[in-house]
């Protein structure tokens, strides 16, 4: 029998293996030199399941696991024939890149196959931690934004490196009551070298598409210890913003120190159910968003969220369409939060009080946004039942209420798992709305209670050698969702992809292979097109992590009354040449519209990228946006967004970053000819001929664990126009700390 074939009645038929209680204590220290470590579990990653198939590892890497009553202890001996050669640099948490070297682990602790959490650790004890979920339909994913309280420690030595771990019982939530647990157990090391090669505990058959169904299985914990159950995190924020009101000559105004103090506390009312509760909660946000460009864009950009509490569970409100997006939430007083699971049954529950009402009026043709200064309450409630061995249905509720506004959305999704290859998923809503008159009257929306509705529908096929899908959705014209992100309604779509993969050699130049085509056609709903397009692409993966990508597609779009043909190419290629470089280059080109004078144009964009690492300390990410629009007569802008992140680790603990964001847009004021016309209102305003901004952030943080840390940092912003260099606008200093305290 051949080893692929040997994996997969393996696959079918996994041994459930059992964990050793611990005999005695074990320290945390990267060296699996206690007694108790001789009497552990021990499990080999035998096989590689990228670049190769299920293959024979090329180097030996031991698993052991051990457990007691209060945590979860896990071992790895990786070996290394070229110790030198291994890749790791010092890190902030949740900072390890793949092309590192490292082992991971998912702990499925439900034994569902549907969610599980991840946890990496370097050969230096950098640690990463996310929830490992495929739940959505979409194949498996990580959100990385979940964090845990456990330990990790890293040594290399002659013979590769050591990570050992401690995951504590209070850190995971699993099924309550009962001995001899049964949990779904992956293991997994990465090996990057001129490819990233993926060293697996169990072997993955390509032709299944459900990751977690082909973990190995745990038993044996008994007599777990979770402590109270309580977890209080106290936190002291103050800062001081100064302002430059009389822009760009008066004075820099010294502003006052404002400090503010939260709690958040957490109750594990059971292993399995989770309370949260936050006065004057924590939403601060530390570090700055990822600058984007603004110009030339209809509708609203997306920023992922950040803030600590909205992160704790978030996984249990995903859905295929973005109906909670916490970053709508700005000012909150108090929040709270339930999330867990009992038997087949998940549920979610939120409720938070904002002192700003932020919101999102989506439309066909763009989006507008704005934030009014009135309370509102915000509430979310959540519940999916899993069906069968991987399939869930679930509803969900999402309202806020505020004087004279109601926003209030309700709806049913499923993911169907037809076979280990097809996957159906679906999703309804329903929404009823009023807006304040004012709001009504400004933003031109409807001035009574209005309802919307909207259903997605796809189905996936994913295999070794082929991967297509269809989709169709209907959002209607008067659908508003205010806790989610949904910048465009009043569409009717379908659309399709196919794309074969072709593997190639391990060890030569073709490591993988796919090409493809994709279509999709959008209406509004008078039937009108508004946007369609087709579409090839190609993209080759070989040596030294290596990977380019090509695609054309041609299309329509329509805009203010005229449908505009486009055709488009683009093409990325990335490259990590050694250990500490990483280079990219991506860019494209075609036919775009000016939405600001409505007529076509010619657009082009290019975005080099470069990230170095010196030493274990020193690393460096630069990139670079250039990106053009020219229009009959000329061209009418031309903008550049570059952006620098520098960080020097000083262990694991402790780090110094400087964050630098500079845009330069300068435009053709004379081709602006659609914004302020003859016949345009007085008070219309062209937007500057030279706009220039920078950013600089600084910020030291030292980093117990997740909730106890020490923030200090200092930003400002500088602006400048065609006649005005740059000028300090503002500045901000901050003070932020944290603890985590478990009675």
Known sequence: M????????????????????????????????????????????????????????????????????????????????????????LSDRDMLPNDEDQVVIVLDTFNDSRRGYAFAASPLGVQWDAIASEVGGLGLSFDGSWDAIWSAKGSIDGDGYVVEMAVPFTSLRFPRGGSDLVWGFHAMRFLPRSVIRQLSLRPIDRDNNCFLCQSARLTGFSDLKTGLNLELDPTLTARREDEREAFPDGPLTNGPVKSEGGLTARWTVTPDLTLSTALNPDFSQVEADVAQLKINTRFALYYPEKRPLFLEGADFFQTRLNTIYTRTVADPSWGTKLVGKIGRNALGVVVAEDNLTNLLFPANQGSQSASVDRNVTDAALRYRRDLGASSTIGFLYAGREGPGYSNQVAGADGVIRLSELDTLGAQALGSMTEYPADVAAQYGQPERPFRGAAVTLDYRHESKEWNWSVSGSDLGPRLRVDTGFIPRVDTRSAGASVERVVWGDPEGRLIRMSFGATGSRTENHDGLLTDDSEGVFVRWDGPLQSSVSVDVSRGREFFKGVTYDQTHGGASWSMAPSGGLSLSLSGDAGDEVDYDNSRPGRGARVVPGVSFKLGRHLKANLDDTYETLSVEGGRLFRANLAQARLAWQFNVRAMARAIVQYTDIRRRLSLYTGLCGPSSPPTCVLPPEVEKTLFTQLLLSYKVNPQTAIYLGYSDDRLGEEDVPLRQSDRTVFFKIGYAWLP
């Open 2 to 89: 051949s080893l692929a074939a040997a994996g997969a009645q393996e696959a079918a038929h996994p041994e459930i293996l059992r964990v050793p209680r611990a005999a005695s204590a074990i320290v945390v220290d990267g060296v699996l030199d206690e007694a108790a470590w001789a009497s552990a579990l021990r499990l080999t990653l035998a096989y590689e399941i990228y670049t190769g198939d299920n293959t024979p590892a090329p180097v030996l890497t031991e698993c052991l696991l051990l457990y007691d009553e209060r945590n979860l202890y896990v071992g790895f001996r990786a070996s290394d024939p070229e110790p030198r050669e291994i890749r790791a640099h």
